[in-house]
């Protein structure tokens, strides 16, 4: 009888909290693998499908577990926090062998993290970080520098606006609040431009990490600012929606006022190639295989690095010619 009521009650929480099963594995069975066999289980909790970016990620675990034979339980969080927090909850209460996930913020995680420290479940960061302080709460984290991705495209414009004096107005379309990469790709690309007194961001607000919002924000950047040169987008997503905008406003994306834009996925480089964005700095969603690899070094008891960086590139419109016919994504 209690059994059942703990059944019933665990396959709630899955419904809620957005669990569904992967390679076959029944997520609502509770049973777990986390008992020993070789046989491994990953409970995976992502952001949600705001981007392109996003979706090629998702496909890029999705796909390395069934090749890497590992049983993955997959939740959307829908961009919502308490959402991956219920997801986590209910992966403890599975016992799944590993537990991992790309928080949607970056503050908050402490609870949940030692929740299932103390339940013995390894934790592997994926894309994103978080800001506790004791890192003893997760095994690694796999992801970009996303500072490293702000400086770069901060070094672009500086390079661009060389020997000219005037000033450079720039409007900036952030991503998620509280995100790491939205933080972070803000804080390296003011980082650089600050030496230059003729750079000055006239306008900095959040488009989601979404095409909708980066269109609906840059149609009110432009009534505001009519004299906008530069858009620093940190996604190609809200970058391809500002175009939109600019484009119905009668101006020309890439050439009236350049665009540099974090991601590099397929639809980015196209614009990329056709001129309408002037520079895109990489940022890999591919990290299934890496992330796979370092679940079943954890189950074996190996040692692994605390950091995992993804190698990552820049394009301008000739590169991103070259490389889009083999663009995986
Ligand atoms: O965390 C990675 C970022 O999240 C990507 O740059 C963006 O497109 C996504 O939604």
New binding site residues.
């Given amino acids: 009888m209690r059994r059942k009521w703990f059944a019933a009650l665990l396959a709630g929480a899955l419904v809620t909290a957005g669990v569904t099963g992967c390679g076959g594995d029944d997520a609502g069975s509770g049973s777990g693998s986390g008992s020993g066999g070789d046989k491994i289980t990953m409970g995976f909790s992502q952001v949600g499908a ?2 392109g ?2 979706t090629a990620n998702t496909k890029s675990i999705q796909e390395s577990a069934a090749s890497a034979g590992i049983t993955l339980k997959f939740s959307d969080a829908q961009g919502k926090q308490e959402n991956q927090i219920k997801a986590i909850r209910s992966f403890i209460a599975q016992r799944v062998d590993v537990i991992a996930f790309s928080p949607v913020v970056e503050s908050g995680w402490d609870t949940v993290l030692k929740e299932a420290k103390d339940a013995n479940i390894p934790v592997i960061l994926t ?2 970080a978080v800001d506790s302080q004791d890192t003893s709460l997760y095994k690694t984290f796999i992801g970009s520098d996303f500072v490293l991705e702000g400086k770069k495209a901060g070094e672009w414009l500086v390079k661009e606006y060389q020997g000219k004096n005037d000033p450079v107005n720039i409007v900036e379309l952030q ?1 998620t609040p509280g995100a790491a ?1 939205a933080n972070d790709r803000k804080a390296g690309f003011a980082d650089v431009i600050k030496a230059d007194p003729k750079f000055k961001v006239i306008a900095s607000q959040t488009g989601q ?1 979404t095409r909708t919002d980066g269109k609906e924000v840059m149609e009110a950047f432009l009534k505001t600012y009519p004299d906008i040169d530069v858009l620093y987008a940190h ?1 190609d ?1 809200m970058g391809l929606g500002a175009i939109e905008a600019i484009e119905a406003a009668g101006k020309k994306p890439g050439k009236d006022i350049k665009i540099i834009t ?2 590099a996925v397929k639809d980015g480089m196209t614009a990329l190639s056709q001129g309408k964005i002037n520079y895109i700095v990489e ?1 890999s969603p591919l990290l299934g295989p890496q992330l796979m690899d370092l679940a079943k070094k954890v189950k074996a008891g190996e040692q692994i690095p605390n950091r995992v960086l993804t190698e990552e590139t820049t394009f301008d419109q000739e590169q991103a010619k070259a490389a889009l016919p083999s663009r995986k994504y």
């Fill in positions: 705001e981007s970016w996003r894309d994103r991503g990469p990490f996604n997503d974090v991601d940022c």
